[in-house]
């Protein structure tokens, strides 16, 4: 059984920092890519950042870039989302989200492709 199981979300204001962990059942290097999305309410679920296991190739949107930070701790199983100078407009919930299969560079970070999803972590950022 394949779980991901996300934390570390929370309240925050605009500026501050939080970091997100997602915890893997299974071995991260096992997926083709792993990454995070957000999906704040009336918006569709966007990419934030994704890594490939098999190119270290990394993905950021370009809302985020510069200002997040993703990582991975392969003897953990666990991949990290640092995200610094939030904005209220990063307020959302926060999903981890792998896929085993193989992803296209230009779908790295497009959530249809992903097909294991964890339960999501609440993120808002606000005075």
């Known amino acids: 059984q394949l779980q991901l199981v996300e934390s570390g979300g929370g309240l925050v204001q605009p500026g501050g920092s939080l970091r997100l962990s997602c915890a893997s059942s299974?071995?991260?290097?096992?997926?083709?890519?792993i990454g995070w999305f957000r999906q704040a309410p009336g918006k569709e679920r966007e990419g934030v950042s994704c890594?490939?296991?098999?190119?270290?190739?990394?993905f950021y949107a370009a809302s985020v870039k510069g200002r997040f930070t993703i990582s991975r701790d392969n003897a953990k199983n666990t991949v990290y989302l640092q995200m610094n100078d939030l904005k209220p407009e990063d307020t959302a919930v926060y999903y981890c989200?792998?896929?085993?299969?193989?992803?296209?560079?230009?779908?790295?970070?497009?959530?249809?492709?992903?097909?294991?999803w964890g339960q999501g972590t609440q993120v808002t950022v606000s005075s």
């Open positions: 989200a792998a896929d085993l299969a193989t992803i296209s560079i230009q779908s790295m970070c497009v959530a249809y492709e992903y097909d294991y």
């Open positions: 299974r071995r991260t290097l096992d997926y083709s890519a």
């Open positions: 890594i490939s296991s098999w190119d270290e190739r990394i």
